[in-house]
Each structure stands twice: as C-alpha cells, then as structure tokens.
C-alpha cells in the first residue's frame, strides 16, 4: 500500500509538472521536496486555475460589452450617411434641373451666336489638325496649335463668347499659314539626323512641299516638334538642294513633290524604291553567280591586256633595232641564228617555235568568251526559276494580289539583266584580246616569213 502511494504521488509530481510547463512557461517552477509540499502546491495550482478563469470571464464580459457599443455607434453613423446621401441626391437632382434651365435661357440669349461657337470650334480643330503635320510648324513653333487646341475645346463648352484677341490670333494663325506656303524661306531650325542627334541647323523650306538642308531632303516629326532627315534620299535628285540652299534670288531648277502639301507622297514613294543594289538582291543566288563570273572575266581581261601591251611593245623595240628582254620575236630570231641550214628546215623550225609563242599568247583568252557565251545562259535560267516561283505564287494565293507576284517576276528580270550586263561587255573584252592577240602573231609571222625569204636568197646566191 505505502508503494502504491509513492507511485501515485511520483505520477501526480511529473503530470503537474508537465501541466505547469505547456500551460504557463512564465511561472516559476516549484520543486516539491516532500509530500506535504507536494500536496501544497497541487492545491495552490487548483487555486490559481480558478483565479485565472475569474479573470477571463471578466475580460471577456468587458470585451462584449465594448462591441456592442461599437456595433451601435455604427449603426448610428450608417443612419446619418444615408440621410446626408439623401439629402445630397435631392440637391443633385435639383442642380441638374436648374442647370438644364439655364442652359436653355443661355441658347436662348446667345440666339445666333450658339452656331458660332460651333463654327468656330471646328475652324480651330480642323487648323489644328492641318497645323500638326505642317512643314511650317518646324519653323513657327507649337504655341499655335496649343492656342487652337484651347480654343477649340472653350467653343466646345459653348460657355463663354471668343474675345477679339482670340478671333485676331486665329485669323493671323490662318493668314501667316497661306503666305508661307507660297514662299522659299532659308531659316535655322532644330534637325534630328538618322542616328536620334538633334543639332541647329539652317534649312530651306519651299512652300509646304518640301524642306531640304543642304544635301538632305528632311520631314516634319510632329512628336518632337522638329525636322527629321529622310532616311534615304532621292539621290538623282539632290543637286538642286545644293542649288536652292545656296541662293538667295533668282531660279534654280529644285526637285519638287506637288503630290501633298505637307512633304508629298511622291517623295516618299520614290525613296522607297529599291536603289541598283537593292535589285540585284532579287537575282539570289542565279545573280551572284552571273555577277562573279563577270568580275573573273574583268580580272582576266585586266591581266591579258595588260601581259599583251607588253609583250608588244617588247616586239616593237625588237622590229625597231632596239635592246629588249626576252620576248617571243627574240626567241624566234634565235631559232633562226640556230638552225643556218635549208630553207625549207628553217620554216619548220619557225612555224614551229610560232605555235609555242601562240600558246602563250592566246593563254585564258577563252575564259573570256565562255563566260560571254554562259552569261545570257545564266540569265535565261533564272528567268525560269522566276516564272516558276511566279507561278507557284498564283496556285497558292491567286491573282489578286500582285505583291504576291512580284518577288518571282523581280527575280526572272533582274538575272536577265544580270546576264546581259555580262554578257554585253565581257563579248567586247574577248574581242578585243583575241585581235590583240592576232595582232602580235601577225607581226610574229611577218618576221618569220621575211627570215626565211632572206635565207632563201642566201642560198640562191651562194648555188649561182
């Protein structure tokens, strides 16, 4: 029995023990040294737990009742913002009557004046709107269209009358816009080039067709307020920019877009087109080929011509008694020093050592002509593959829109070209190798034959 009560108060010990330190970690511990003590403080624990749960009821109650008067304060303020809500919708409602009133005692009073306002309103706003893309407007600045812009919109409102400035400052706008654009006027202006750069420069402007720097044809950006230059400029016609920039009187012939009075689309159209260049991209790769045979035949032609025109020249000194380095007529002179015997072995001995400098001579002549013979081939070939490609469009999109063609049709004409432009000249460059050529063979023959006719009266002499 007495082990029994050990055990139980061992056990009571570790579960207060385990109870006081999950329930309130902050309790100084209490350590039991005997039973009675033990006894003791299970019995203040009791007491504690009480007292605790006292408070907590009373927190509680408190915090209830404190709700509960917010609940109500609330519920208060809800009934006095549904009364002002009330009030303010009556008032509105009272407003917008008396407001629709006196607008229509105001359209009444003003009488023909309300369709002036919307004159006017549109008179600023369609000014406005020709202004913003205006070339002058690099010139006279955007205090104007912000004038019109208000001007606009306080005619809109239809509120109060325009003042005389205001109908004086629309009128100037209107008349300084006319006059400008009958006029040529030089002045400096703030031009952005193609890299975002904006620098103060001097422009030209002709009217409201077309404003040019010295060299550049330039356009109006209308975010920025200032002139932009053309990304790529009508080349062809840029001298009379020159012209223009430079006088300050008089005629001079100038490139002018009459398609628009705000730059022109003209202008635009013609910078779009592809430059030489750019077309010979539509050739592919039936064009580069042509285009690479030409310059080995130009290489070829620069190289002949000029080992001809020398070897000529070596010739001519030979022929004239001169001193000159080794050359196909020395050589044949030599074969006749070499073989003093009949005429008809000294013939032989020449003809044959002419068939030798003829090698030489005539060396990649035929380079030249085969590419002047394949260089038509070549363009007539990629004539076929455009029409195919034309023709393979149609299948796929029909005949409705011609872009769709055109890439084929582009590619077929340009390699035609390509050829021919290959052709045409590369045909003059063989010619003009192979009568050089023939030329100096000529002269090579001439020597022989006049050797050998010298020897043959050697020998008619010496038998008489």
């Known amino acids: 029995m007495k082990t029994l009560v050990k055990l139980f108060l061992f056990l009571s010990l570790l579960f207060s023990g385990f109870i006081s330190s999950q329930e309130n970690e902050d309790k100084p511990e209490n350590i039991a040294l005997d039973l009675d003590q033990l006894l003791e403080l299970v019995k203040q624990g009791r007491f504690a737990e009480a007292e605790e749960a006292a408070e907590r009821e009373e927190r509680f109650i408190k915090e209830k009742n404190r709700q509960a008067t917010l609940l109500a304060n609330a519920k208060a303020e809800r009934a006095r913002l549904e009364a002002e809500a009330s009030r303010l919708e009556t008032t509105f409602e009272a407003n917008d009557a008396k407001l629709v009133l006196l607008e229509d005692q105001l359209k009444t009073r003003l009488g023909s004046l309300y369709e002036t306002f919307g004159h006017l309103q549109g008179v600023a706003s369609d000014t406005q709107a020709t202004f913003e893309t205006s070339l002058t407007s690099g010139q006279f600045g955007q205090d104007r269209e912000i004038f019109l812009d208000g001007l606009a919109k306080k005619m809109g409102e239809g509120v109060s009358v325009a003042t005389i400035e205001e109908l004086e400052r629309l009128w100037y706008e209107l008349s300084r816009e006319l006059v400008a654009s009958g006029s040529v006027e030089k002045f400096s202006a703030t031009v952005i080039d193609n ?3 904006a620098s103060i420069e001097e422009v030209v402007r002709i009217g409201n067709f077309n404003v040019v720097s010295e060299g550049e044809y330039l356009t109006y950006l209308q975010g920025r307020g200032a002139y932009e230059t053309l990304p790529k400029q009508p080349s062809r016609f840029l001298d009379g ?5 430079d006088e300050d ?6 490139a002018l877009d009459p398609t628009g009075p705000q730059g022109g689309a003209l202008l635009v159209n013609l910078i779009s ?6 077309q010979i991209q539509y050739g592919r790769i039936t ?4 285009i690479l045979l030409f310059l080995l035949a130009t290489g ?5 011509f000029y080992s001809l025109f020398t070897i000529n020249n070596a010739i001519k000194k030979e022929v004239s008694g001169e001193e000159s380095s080794d050359n196909p007529l020395s050589r044949i002179f030599t074969v006749a020093n070499e073989n003093k015997t009949d005429t008809e072995t000294l013939e032989l001995k020449l003809a044959e050592q002419i068939l030798v400098e003829r090698q030489s001579i005539d060396q990649y002549i035929w380079v030249v002509r085969l590419i002047s013979v394949i260089s038509p081939l070549l ?3 990629g004539t076929i593959i455009g029409m195919i490609n034309t023709f393979q469009a149609i299948t796929l999109f029909g005949t409705g829109d011609p872009k769709t063609m055109a890439g084929g049709i582009s590619e077929a004409l340009v390699t035609t070209m390509l050829g021919l432009m290959s052709a ?3 045909t003059f460059m063989a010619a003009a190798l192979s009568n050089y050529s023939k030329g100096i063979l000529s002269v090579l023959e001439e020597q022989s034959t006049g050797m050998v006719a010298a020897r043959a009266e050697e020998t008619q002499q010496v038998t008489s």
Do not use: C, H, K, M
């Open 273 to 278: 087109l592809p430059s030489f260049f750019e």
């Open 379 to 381: 363009g007539l070939f």
């Open 287 to 290: 064009g580069y080929t042509i």
């Open 195 to 197: 890299n975002g750069d």
């Open 300 to 304: 070829v032609f620069a190289w002949r």
């Open 249 to 254: 009187s008089g005629f001079v012939q100038f």
């Open 241 to 245: 920019s020159y012209d223009i920039f």
């Open 424 to 426: 045409i000249p590369t």
